[in-house]
């Protein structure tokens, strides 16, 4: 018997607050379980009860379903039923789920009265066009079906693959096509298919309970039969959910074996939630109410329109994974999980994405791994990258790989010798090696390996285990590691004067007038001391009567700078006052003597030994210095799935920074390491490449990594075992280094220096040179004064003895015979000054005694005194 179940959506006509549906629906009948059912009443009665325990409204607001069943799949039957439902207030209509026909007979009623209609089953083509109204569609559109199994075909290279199709509309002169109908059982049909020695079946999203059939009695080892499923097995209310229709199974099928949910019945449980949120965003915008509404009136729902364009921005994670629909109603952003059916039951071997990718985990189909390249053309993807892959300096003139050199270039060539096959080089189109987007699709060259879009991907490939998860790689055939590059650390350019930058100059301002306090303590304390006071000649009694003071004015500052140059001078302080001066001056002089001097080594080679980072842990503790790595690539990839603390912190600030530190070449990269504060990271060998031809460039710290470069393939080459073994061959014969060599030797730049000593040029201490040379002039100068000023003086003394006799009286000195009447006037000795305290300080004892110095230096207070 036909049994189907219509559900719809109907409001209260009053709710005060929240306005939530009750649900009606339309069920189709089971193909399978036409006696156990298929769990779609229960799943509405789960759904409703969910929904009304998650959300706290008044009991008049509660979601209640109500279900209408189809006798029979007609046209006659199924409008009857719906002018049955219209007058009570509709809302939303659900399903049927499987269908098509009586669907179809829904939308229409649906659309003329804009009454939002929720497929829950496969579509049929419809053969009018609703126009006015469109559907939302919670199962994958015909395209998305068509496109899946493409996939799929196309990723495991089948020679020929059987197709089960519900219609003969399907048949095709290159596919192998069986036809199912209502009477024979799925189970049969496998099971004549495969002792009929098909090959590989694939069951498309349509044939919805792939997953619960029953086939291990009929799957061998050497069978693959494929299949899809929706399921989202980590929603938090699927282990419930199996565990409702796994008990109402057991109370209505006690003989039978429970196979599992059936997908219908997620599909219901989801559309009660989708139309429940709907009907609760429009509530916020405006009150919404519904009116009885007749087949045979014109009348329509005044706000169905605004529910359907709700329905239609609805993003839900259910129980059959991400709910999202596009302009036309048709379900968007979801996966389909590609299941093998094996004796030891179902194992995922892939997702297929609605955004048309495919990504293939490792699988054990029974694939011919013995095809041989010889003679085949392959097309190769890569990227550009020096020195890898390059073009050449003429390529416009060339065709072909003849366009292309390179580390990468000639390690396919050598390839191609041993394996005795073509080649063609195709750029990636986006320019990146590849990496996962959030819907679950790859970029880059990944993405075209994925896509069958190139046979092989030869480039500075760096093999994860992310990427080894959706295609191929083969032996690595370089190893590395994730390096640091920054620029050679400039330091200031050292000047003439860098002698000075050891002290800043308030310490010099305050050595000078400590320098200049120091003169005047000293001259002062000489001055009041009478112990600094003494005779130079106390054995001549004609010049008994002469006391002298060294510290005269110019003493007193030459003798600071003796002691501040540590070279001394013949000036001894004698008093105990002058004595603690000097002591106190000479352990300040010792202390700045010191640290100016190991100041200034540090001074001379800061500039050599400076760093500001020196390993990755420096990186991540400072925010100077701003650092990042090649945007969807394996470095990039390497610091967002670490679960190194340090490592984990650099991407969350690569992540976060705005600007976006991340790059899109290596080329980019090195310019704005030339050009700003930041930090590259990027693989040693890349690193090794660039600093031997800038010189301005270095490595910082070691490696954070250890990993290798591989060929990539799509999963499931028939050509990996081969590669593997010729790139072996390759690193045996030593041929790789060879290569290396010849594309990283060549450096532009001088070996590192090592860690020893480096002699000072003139730039670090030419000043001290342009001091001398200033002293020097200085000291001329000054002694041509000298030589005038005497010159003046001598002429006018002259003139002034031969006018008065004083020529005879200075021939007669320097003739050794003294003048028979001395000058009483004292004669001023080499340590005097001509000032006006020492103009009285020469005073003439008594013949008979010899006065003492302290006697001397009484007398001489005392005539000041008068």
Not at 72 to 94: A, F, H, N, W
Not at 152 to 159: A, G, M
Not at 246 to 251: D, F, G, I, L, Q
Request: proline share 6%; aromatic share 10%; glycine share 6%.
């Amino acid at each position: 018997p036909f049994s189907s179940f219509l559900p719809f959506l109907i409001l209260p006509s009053f709710l005060p607050f929240l306005i939530l549906p009750s649900i009606s629906l339309i069920l189709p009948p089971s193909l399978f379980f036409t006696v156990c059912g298929r769990g779609e009443r229960l799943a509405l009665a789960l759904a409703r009860e969910h929904i009304n325990s998650i959300i706290e409204v008044p009991a008049k607001a509660r979601v209640e379903v109500e279900i209408f069943e189809l006798q029979r799949d007609s046209q006659y039957e199924t409008t009857d039923t719906m002018c049955q439902i219209l007058p009570k207030g509709v809302v939303s209509v659900l399903g049927p789920a499987s269908s098509p026909a009586s669907a179809s007979i829904v939308s229409h009623i649906c659309g003329e009265k804009e009454i939002p209609h929720v497929k829950v089953g496969p579509e049929e083509t419809p053969k009018l066009q609703y126009l006015r109204f469109a559907s939302v569609s919670l199962y994958p559109s015909n395209e998305d079906v068509s496109l899946a199994v493409s996939c799929i075909l196309k990723s495991f290279n089948y020679p020929s693959t059987s197709l089960i199709c519900a219609k003969a509309e399907c048949k095709e002169d290159n596919w192998a096509v069986c036809l199912s109908s209502i009477s024979l059982f799925p189970v049969d049909l496998f099971e004549g298919m495969l002792k009929r020695k098909f090959g590989p079946l694939i069951c498309s999203p349509s044939f919805q309970d792939f997953p619960i059939l029953h086939l291990d009695g009929i799957v061998d080892e050497h069978s693959n039969v494929l299949g899809f499923s929706m399921f989202n097995t980590s929603h938090p209310f699927y282990m419930e959910f199996v565990r409702s229709l796994n008990m109402s199974w057991r109370e209505n099928c006690e003989l039978n074996p429970y196979p599992g949910p059936a997908l219908s019945a997620a599909l219901m449980f989801d559309a009660v939630h989708v139309v429940v949120s709907a009907v609760r965003e429009l509530n916020r915008s405006q009150e919404i109410g519904v009116k009885p509404l007749a087949c045979t009136s014109a009348n329509i729902w005044q706000h169905g329109t605004s529910l359907m364009n709700y329905l239609r921005m609805v993003e839900y994670d259910g129980l059959t994974g991400r709910v999202e629909f596009n302009s036309k109603g048709q379900r968007t952003n979801y996966t389909l999980r590609i299941l093998e059916k094996g004796r030891r039951g179902h194992r995922e071997i892939g997702v297929w994405y609605s955004n048309k990718t495919l990504a293939m985990n490792a699988t054990t189909l029974d694939i011919n791994v013995s095809e041989s390249l010889t003679n085949k053309t392959l097309v190769i993807t890569t990227i550009l990258e020096n020195p890898y892959v390059m073009r050449r300096a003429n390529f416009q003139e060339l065709s072909g790989a003849a366009q292309y050199e390179g580390f990468c270039v000639d390690m396919l060539h050598e390839l191609a010798d041993i394996l005795k096959f073509r080649f063609h080089i195709k750029l990636v189109d986006d320019g990146l090696y590849g990496a996962p987007e959030p819907n679950g699709s790859w970029t880059g060259m990944v993405g075209e390996l994925i896509n069958r879009k190139a046979d092989l991907a030869v480039a500075a490939f760096t093999i994860t285990a992310e990427r080894e998860k959706v295609i191929d790689f083969s032996k690595p055939f370089m190893t590395l590691g994730i390096s640091i590059l920054y620029r050679v650390h400039m330091g200031r350019k050292p000047g003439y004067f860098s002698f000075l930058d050891p002290f800043s100059p308030a310490v010099w301002l305050f050595m000078l007038l400590a320098y200049l306090a120091v003169s005047c303590v000293l001259f002062l304390a000489a001055r009041l001391s009478p112990y600094e006071w003494y005779n130079p000649h106390p054995c001549l009694r004609e010049r008994h009567n002469i006391l002298e003071n060294q510290y005269t004015l110019g003493n007193s500052l030459w003798f600071p700078v003796g002691g501040f140059m540590q070279q001394g001078s013949e000036i001894m302080p004698r008093a105990l006052s002058t004595r603690c001066v000097s002591g106190v001056w000479w352990a300040f002089t010792l202390i700045i003597i010191s640290s100016y001097t190991a100041n200034l080594a540090a001074f001379l080679t800061v500039q050599r030994m400076e760093v500001p980072i020196e390993s990755a842990d420096d990186l991540a503790d400072q925010t100077n210095i701003e650092y990042g790595t090649i945007h969807a690539g394996s470095t990039m990839t390497f610091f967002q799935n670490s679960r190194y603390q340090t490592y984990q912190r650099m991407w969350n600030y690569m992540h976060s920074k705005q600007p976006s530190v991340f790059v899109k070449s290596t080329e980019e990269g090195i310019a704005r390491v030339l050009n700003s504060k930041y930090a590259f990271l990027l693989e040693s060998t890349m690193n090794e490449y660039h600093r031997r031809l800038n010189c301005n460039l270095t490595q910082i710290g070691g490696l954070l990594d250890t990993k290798g470069y591989g060929i990539g393939m799509p999963l499931g080459s028939p050509f990996r075992d081969e590669i593997t073994l010729a790139i072996l061959q390759l690193q045996e014969n030593n041929r790789l280094e060879i290569l290396k060599r010849k594309w990283w030797e060549g450096s532009k730049c001088p070996k590192e220096e090592d860690h020893r000593a480096k002699g000072l040029g003139m730039e670090n201490i030419g000043g001290i040179f342009v001091v001398l040379i200033c002293g020097l002039i200085i000291a001329v100068f000054v002694a041509v004064m000298e030589f005038v000023w005497a010159t003046r003086r001598s002429a006018e003394h002259e003139e002034v003895s031969e006018t008065g006799g004083g020529c005879r009286e200075r021939w007669g000195e320097k003739g050794g015979k003294p003048s028979p009447t001395p000058s009483p006037r004292p004669t001023r000795r080499p340590y005097t000054i001509s000032d006006p305290w020492q103009s009285n300080l020469f005073l003439k004892a008594s013949s008979d005694d010899t006065p003492t110095t302290s006697d001397l230096f009484t007398t001489s207070l005392k005539q000041r005194r008068s």
